[in-house]
């Protein structure tokens, strides 16, 4: 049974959860407003996209009114950094946005990373949402893992002196990002091009459903008292299922009453049309 007394912290989805594109889902975002005002609730903000900085996620939901902290954000960039600092890489190759290039190069600056192709240093492929991505940065992580990865044959003739094998992460696994003109390509597509060049295949891929999204929050919280809130079952949900955390299923995005009803998996802990009207659940 779902016991609202008993959580202290909601780790909200933001697109179809608490904003429809750029606009805010007012009776939804009011009732955040409200619980961090009367200090009833934590909150922490979720998203897999990661075409975008943190800093624009903080500027869209303080937008709404809503008062917003960096360490409440919680994206996959913030994974990606983590993991390259705990395995102490200094050269990577990364396929991002100029922004997200500088940003990771700030957050990283002081283990002197460097971002830059370069065959004979690189010791990770980096994937992220990029809405830069060229033929060549694809044509360059394809080369990097022939050159290192696979065995020497005629049909690569060239090699890097530098034999120590490289890895490949990704971000996060979305096919698709919705948009006003339904959905458009997102990383998803970007690995399968990838993968069917030379069979290269991520031995990471971090954000949702994967839990490490969720490791500051349950630093802090116990799963008791957290509750994941959002629009889709095979993100969102699965996020929450992996992480052993309560699911909070809202309405006001992709999941219909139709898709629940027909959904195999263990149903969400409650569902509501939006997310203020979990006061309501009797
Ligand atoms: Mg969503």
Redesign the pocket.
Known sequence: MFDITKKKAFVC?????LFMGPDPIKPAVDFVIDSINSGRFSFFYLTNNTSKTPDEYIKKIAGANIPVKPEQILTPLITLESYIREKGYKSVYLLASEKVKSYLEKQLSDVGIKFEYNPEENELIALTYDKELTYEKLANATSLWNMRNVPPSPMCPIRTANQNKVEFVATHPDNCC?SERGPIPDIGGMMKFLEITNGMKPSNIFGKPSPSLLKTVLDKFSPEQIAVV???LY??KAIADNAQVDFVCVLS??TTKEDLASYKGIAPAVTVDTFNMIDDVK
């Open positions: 989805d933001l697109d179809g959860t919705p959002g629009d889709r993100t969102d995005g992709e």
